[in-house]
């Protein structure tokens, strides 16, 4: 199975920064990699896919960067609402799995 | 606006059996391969399975493979998760997912639990 190792597992911004997220691939996955937002007792919402393809209705403050078997997650000028949970995910072969999360607190 | 809405969660017996079902709506369910992802506190989310449009694949997590079944009706949207021989580690929110053409999982339900524990 692929391995997917997402760094850091938790930071705290404040409202107006720019954050960073790092997932790594075990091996090459190409760009079949999407990242998921989780607020507490939601369930993941899908924000990029394809690495860098906003899902519709997702702010472009998220972007999304990286090929084979490194990605970024970057989240520009934070509003309240963007703490949560961050999942990487791999679509490249089956299973697809999951990072660990990076939880993102606001200051 | 599509929807997905599970039901079927609750309390079981290990060893015991759980059937959850997901209802499907704005979108043409009949065109999209779906999938049921598990999420734990201690092991995160993991897909469990998913079926192909016309149910004629379907594929398992080694976890849950000769335990687990997957099926859906297209006629009536709906996606079921047949889970038999349950053990105290299958305990987790468990979400149906649409799975996109593409591959990823653009939609999710709300999640049922399945708690297993004498």
């Known amino acids: 199975d692929i391995q997917m190792t997402q760094s850091p597992s938790s930071l705290s911004a404040s409202v107006g920064d720019t954050v960073t997220i790092t997932c790594r691939a075990s091996q090459t996955i190409t760009y079949y990699l999407n990242w998921y937002q989780q607020i507490p007792g939601k369930a993941p919402r899908l924000l990029i896919y394809?690495?860098?393809t906003l899902q519709n209705g997702v702010p472009s403050r998220f972007t999304g960067s990286g090929s084979e078997t490194d990605f970024t997650l970057t989240i520009s000028s934070l509003h309240p609402e963007d703490f949560g949970t961050y999942y990487c995910?791999?679509?490249?072969?089956?299973?697809?799995?999951f990072g660990r999360g990076t939880k993102l607190e606001i200051k | 606006e599509v929807q997905l809405l599970e039901s079927g969660g609750g309390l079981v017996r290990p060893g015991g059996s759980q059937r959850l079902s997901c209802a499907a709506s704005?979108?043409?369910?009949?065109?999209?391969?779906m999938a049921w992802v598990r999420q734990t506190p201690g092991k995160g989310l993991e897909w469990v399975a998913t079926?192909?449009?016309?149910?004629?694949?379907?594929y398992y997590a080694d976890s849950v493979v000769g335990r687990f079944t997957i099926s859906r009706d297209n006629s009536k949207s709906t996606v079921d998760l047949q889970m038999t021989s349950l053990r105290a580690d299958d305990t987790a929110i468990y979400y149906c997912?649409?799975?996109?053409?593409?591959?990823?999982?653009?939609?999710w339900g709300q999640g049922a639990l399945v708690t297993v524990s004498s």
């Open positions: 997912a649409k799975v996109d053409s593409t591959e990823p999982f653009d939609y």
């Open positions: 079926i192909s449009r016309d149910a004629d694949s379907t």
């Open positions: 995910q791999q679509s490249y072969s089956s299973p697809p799995t």
């Open positions: 704005g979108f043409t369910f009949s065109s999209y391969p």
């Open positions: 394809a690495a860098s």
